[in-house]
């Protein structure tokens, strides 16, 4: 397996730059009237839901996870695993689909997960994921929306 730091300096590649330069953009005020309050709260003041409480915890549909701020298609259903984390995680975005930064709140360093589209918050990625990538992107699940296939 690879370093945590190559690991992640590769996940930084996979999207935008975290500098606000994203191709949505948005005013709070547009967001607040686009988004639930639990949704504003997490995608875009990068907040957590409570574990355990996203029905997305327990969708095994085949289908894709979108962005629940831009629809931005984000993680295949196929990559969606039970970490028993309580929140929906999968072991591989989309390519393109995420951005990622260091967070060093919470006197911790973690790797924070956005939309690669809007830039809103999604979750975390840590190194303690199932092959074949090792890596388990812990989502919200109120930052996304599910697309079950028609077919």
């Known amino acids: 397996m ?4 190559g690991i992640f300096s590769s996940l930084s590649g996979k999207g935008a ?3 606000g330069d994203f191709p949505v953009k948005k005013s709070d ?6 988004l639930s309050p639990e949704a504003f ?14 029905p997305l915890n327990h969708e095994k549909r085949a289908g894709v996870f979108h962005c629940a701020g831009c629809d931005h ?3 295949a259903a196929n990559t969606k695993y039970e970490s028993g984390t309580g929140w929906p995680s999968f072991f591989d975005p989309l390519p393109g689909a995420v ?21 809103g918050h999604l ?6 994921g199932p092959h074949p990538t090792g890596l388990r992107y812990c989502m ?3 930052s996304l929306k599910f697309a079950a296939d028609s077919t």
């Open 17 to 19: 730059a975290h500098d």
């Open 2 to 5: 690879a370093s945590l730091g």
């Open 73 to 75: 298609p984000l993680f």
């Open 29 to 34: 005020d547009e967001w607040r009237k686009q």
């Open 140 to 142: 919200n699940g109120v």
């Open 123 to 128: 979750g975390h990625v840590f190194p303690d």
């Open 99 to 119: 951005a990622t930064r260091e967070d060093n709140s919470l006197f911790m360093s973690r790797t924070e997960v956005h939309c690669a589209n809007c830039g």
């Open 41 to 54: 709260y997490v995608l875009r003041q990068h907040g957590t839901e409570r574990a355990g409480t996203s």
